[in-house]
């Protein structure tokens, strides 16, 4: 009875908060929606990558609200990085960011934190030109830790049969879990990406690049049983396409893996600037989420997960935006297709030399 307790707390678990990471149980990696707003997130070759002397970032997202009430999965991030000029120009970019994710009524939380390098290598242009390529390499190192609260499930053995209820006064008669806040010990991460950009004048860029995450298969068993973090892999591509001078279209894809299961977000924003003075802009768009997942019977499934629609306001060095997750599939009977709301923060603290480096717009 025992063991199959165990066994049904953890089964219960994953599926709670796997299914709020969109790659089920297997891949408990947080998303973001506005991916390209947490970009240290996605690559750490993305560190050092904009147009300014510093940067930072800030994101959150809360998804299931309609179906768990008071806990839904929140997802907190945050970044700070800056760039060093090496030799020529050529450049190295430092950074930390942060990550905490709590999921459900469990209180299951990931906190993670990491320190970031990247070494930006100019393939071509040069100071007085608005035309670059570069070709860039990043990496991180940190350390994170799970924890969970069992104490707010019931087990089989605090059913009280007399009441036909449960009694969580009673023992839950599992030698392995306690009552308590249950953590795992403090595990080190290691992420690696690449990355390739290329602006080719006002509103005209491409950009590419890839990432492979947990490199080091990091142990984040409760119980001390050898459960490793599957290594998630990344890639995505994006640019600015313009239509004139002032609207152009910011299409861009990332698409992620981890374990047996594989997840992309595509689409894109059409942004809007009348030039003036104050630099102020303004993006639209809408953004599908496709999952493929693998069932009970051993059968892959691609599924139309999700429809994001997204808002950005560009004034001067700020750019905010907020983005709302309509559900496409079969979880839209339980949640009425309200999925997850999201807002991201980013300050760029402009150059103090006049020959800055042109990056892409995210």
């Known amino acids: 009875m025992k063991k199959f307790n165990t066994f049904a707390f953890f089964a219960m678990l994953f599926f709670l908060f796997g299914s709020a990471y969109d790659l089920e149980a297997q891949a408990p990696d947080p998303r973001y929606t506005q991916f390209y707003a947490a970009p240290t997130y996605l690559n750490p070759a993305m ?11 800030a994101n959150y997202r809360e998804q299931w609200g309609s179906v768990l009430g008071s806990n839904p999965f929140r997802t907190i991030g945050a970044a700070f ?39 930006m290598k100019q393939l ?8 670059n390529q570069y070709l860039i390499l990043g990496g991180q190192i940190g350390a994170g830790q799970n924890s969970v609260d069992p104490s707010s499930f019931w087990f089989s053995e605090q059913f009280n049969n007399s009441t036909l209820s449960p009694d969580t006064n009673l023992g839950n008669g599992e030698s392995n879990i306690s009552n308590g806040t249950m953590s795992t ?14 602006v080719f004048g006002d509103n005209t860029s491409l950009w590419a690049g ?6 080091n298969a990091p142990d984040v068993s409760f119980l001390g049983e050898g459960e490793v973090l599957y290594m998630r892999w990344l890639g995505h591509i994006g640019g600015e396409l313009p239509f004139n001078s002032q609207l152009s279209l910011m299409p861009a894809i990332a698409v992620m ?39 009970e019977g051993e059968t892959t499934k691609l599924q139309f997960e999700s429809i994001a629609f997204a808002l950005i306001l560009e004034i001067e060095s700020w750019n905010v935006g907020v983005s709302y997750d309509v559900t ?3 979880w839209k009977d339980a949640n009425n297709s309200r999925g997850a709301f999201e807002l991201s923060m980013i300050y760029v ?10 990056c892409p717009k995210f």
């Open 47 to 57: 560190t050092g990558v904009f147009e300014g002397s510093w940067r930072v970032n």
């Open 81 to 119: 990085d800056m760039r060093y000029k090496i030799v020529g120009d050529d450049y190295m970019g430092i950074g930390v960011n942060a990550l905490r994710d709590e999921a459900g009524d469990g209180n299951f939380t990931v906190n993670r934190g990491y320190l970031n390098l990247s070494y």
């Open 124 to 131: 071509s242009g040069g100071r007085y030109t608005s035309n």
């Open 185 to 198: 010990p403090v595990y080190l991460d290691f992420n690696a990406g690449l990355m390739w950009y290329a």
């Open 210 to 215: 890839a990432a492979l995450n947990h490199l």
């Open 257 to 295: 893996g981890q374990g047996p299961s594989i997840s992309a977000t595509l689409g894109g924003n059409f942004r809007y600037t009348n030039h003036d003075w104050n630099e102020v802009a303004v993006r639209v768009g809408a953004w599908p989420h496709i999952t493929s997942r693998v069932d």
């Open 328 to 330: 496409t599939s079969s």
């Open 349 to 358: 603290h402009p150059a103090k030399s006049r020959f800055k480096v042109n």
